[in-house]
């Protein structure tokens, strides 16, 4: 079983109001050089997540970049806890 790494930008903005929330949905981008990076696109209840990553969608990533696809990642899962 092998591993994947996939860096998941998120902006302090953005972690501070993913916190409150349950579940992510994270578009996953490959580069050309086959390292992949990741953004959150919507956060809520993990129930509203799954049928938004589940929504079929045309997805264009930017010149030299394949869009994956969308995923739901849990926010306990993503972010580190508040101390």
């Known amino acids: 079983m092998t591993t994947t790494v996939c860096q998941v930008h998120v902006s302090q903005t953005q972690a501070d109001e993913i916190r409150q929330c349950e579940a992510v949905v994270v578009r996953t981008y490959e580069r050309k050089d086959g390292s992949t990076f990741a953004v959150p696109v919507r956060w809520g209840e993990r129930e509203e997540m799954e049928i938004v990553a589940d929504t079929p969608r ?26």
């Open 58 to 83: 045309i997805l264009l990533g930017r010149r030299g970049q394949t869009c994956l696809g969308d995923s739901v990642v849990l926010v306990s899962d993503l972010l580190p806890p508040e101390e």
